[in-house]
């Protein structure tokens, strides 16, 4: 059973920074690009960042780009989103998926996500 179990969120104040983790079971995850996607309730999903199965290649939204940074460790199987410098409007519920930003609505199988709330 494909099962992704994000971790990692909690409170930030404006220009603090955060450290997202994806732990991924149920499937080769070395073998996925994989991304970050994003809700609230005022936007809907936003797809944040996506790095290639071998951790090669990154992208970014226009919104988070140099201020993130998405990594992977394939022997941990597990994903994370470095976030710093983080603003208000950062604040959402913080999934991780396989696939890329083209792809990533396909995917089936989601996590519970985790919510980062960015207020002082």
């Known amino acids: 059973q494909v099962q992704p179990v994000e971790s990692g969120g909690g409170l930030v104040q404006p220009g603090g920074s955060r450290r997202l983790s994806c732990t991924a079971s149920g499937y080769a995850f070395s073998t996925y690009t994989m991304s970050w996607v994003r809700w609230t309730p005022e936007k809907g999903f936003e797809w944040v960042s996506e790095i290639t199965a071998?951790?090669?290649?990154?992208d970014y939204a226009n919104s988070v780009k140099g201020r993130f940074t998405i990594s992977r460790d394939n022997a941990k199987n597990t994903l994370y989103l470095q976030m710093d410098s983080l603003k208000p409007e950062d604040t959402a519920l913080y999934y991780c998926?396989?696939?890329?930003?083209?792809?990533?609505?396909?995917?089936?199988?989601w996590g519970q996500g985790t919510t980062v709330p960015v207020h002082s």
């Open positions: 071998d951790g090669g290649k990154s």
């Open positions: 998926l396989r696939g890329s930003s083209n792809t990533w609505q396909q995917e089936g199988s």
